[in-house]
């Protein structure tokens, strides 16, 4: 059990302040990865929490290779997202309260593969062509990325 789940079982549905990452993998056309994730149907970012005793690289590169099957080599700074935004509610009716540590990774090596526990699909997408169907979290972080080329 992780360590979420631990504190699920403690707690219940009441928000949960949770840290992660999550990585804006970019390929060489500028596509952006994205994963068609199973908990809510909608497409988001790679990433998720952090374990005990991580940082917050580590998580991201950690997700990044169970979500994707990459290793990601250099990770830059993107930002540091928190706030109303990224309050959600899942699927199943528990409540997060979203910190997320955002990188941006542009140089991977790996067999693309998908997650089939968490995700349907992963795939680039060319960046005026995104998915409507966005995961609510994922959203500010996504029109803070895409700000950059307008």
Same mark, same amino acid.
């Given at each position: 059990m992780g360590y979420v789940q631990e504190l699920r079982s403690l707690v219940g549905?009441?928000?949960l302040i949770i840290p992660g990452a999550a990585v804006l993998i970019v390929d060489r056309q500028n596509g952006?990865?994205?994963q068609h994730r199973k908990d809510n149907q909608q497409?988001?970012?790679i990433?998720?929490?952090?374990?005990?005793g991580e940082c917050l690289e580590e998580t991201a590169r950690r997700e990044a290779l169970e979500e994707t099957g990459l290793e990601l080599d250099e990770l830059n700074w993107f930002g540091l997202f928190?706030?109303?935004?990224?309050? !959600? *509610?899942?699927?199943n009716g528990d409540i997060v309260v979203n910190v997320v540590a955002v990188y941006v990774a542009r140089r991977f090596r790996g067999e693309l593969k998908a997650d089939q526990d968490e995700g !349907? *699909?992963?795939?680039?997408?060319?960046l005026r062509e995104l998915p409507k169907n966005l995961s609510p979290p994922d959203k500010p972080v996504i029109?803070?990325?895409?700000?950059?080329?307008?």
């Open positions: 549905r009441r928000p952006l990865l994205l497409w988001g970012l990433g998720g929490s952090m374990e005990v928190s706030g109303q935004e990224l309050i !959600y *509610e899942c699927p !349907y *699909e992963i795939r680039f997408f060319k029109e803070k990325y895409l700000a950059q080329f307008r």
